[in-house]
Nanobody, 115 residues
Framework: QGQLKESGGGLVQSGESLRLSCTAS????????VAWYRQGPGKERELVAR???????EYAASVRGRFTISRSIGENAVFLQMNNLEGADTAVYYC?????????WGQGTQVTVSS
C-alpha cells in the first residue's frame, strides 16, 4: 500500500507544459517497469509512456515528441515532462509499477488543459 504517489498535476492552457512526478516508497530498480497511464472523461485508461528497469522507453503515438519519461534513481522517482499540451491531454494521470506478479498504482493526479 502507498507504494506510489503522483504529483504535479494542475490546470494549464493549451500549449503550456507540466511535469508530473511519481515517487516510490522503494528503489525503482525493484520494478520491472514504471509507466504513466491516463484516463480522460468517458474514456478507457490508456498507456501514455513507460520506462523499463533497463532504461528503455516507449510512448503512445498521441504523445510521442511532446512527452518525455525519465527517472531519478536517487529520488526513487519517475517523471513525465509534458510539453505543448492539448485539450485531448485532459485526464487523470496514474503512475503504475510492475513488481513480479504485482502491479502497483498511485492515486492519480488531475491534468486539465483549457483552450
Amino acid at each position: 500500500q502507498g507504494q506510489l504517489k503522483e504529483s504535479g498535476g494542475g490546470l494549464v492552457q493549451s500549449g503550456e507544459s507540466l511535469r508530473l512526478s511519481c515517487t516510490a516508497s522503494q528503489s525503482i530498480f525493484n520494478f520491472k517497469a514504471v509507466a504513466w497511464y491516463r484516463q480522460g472523461p468517458g474514456k478507457e485508461r490508456e498507456l501514455v509512456a513507460r520506462i523499463t528497469a533497463g532504461g528503455t522507453t516507449e510512448y503512445a503515438a498521441s504523445v510521442r515528441g511532446r512527452f518525455t519519461i525519465s527517472r531519478s534513481i536517487g529520488e526513487n522517482a519517475v517523471f513525465l515532462q509534458m510539453n505543448n499540451l492539448e485539450g485531448a491531454d485532459t485526464a487523470v494521470y496514474y503512475c503504475s509499477a510492475a513488481q513480479g506478479a504485482i502491479v502497483h498504482w498511485g492515486q492519480g493526479t488531475q491534468v486539465t488543459v483549457s483552450s
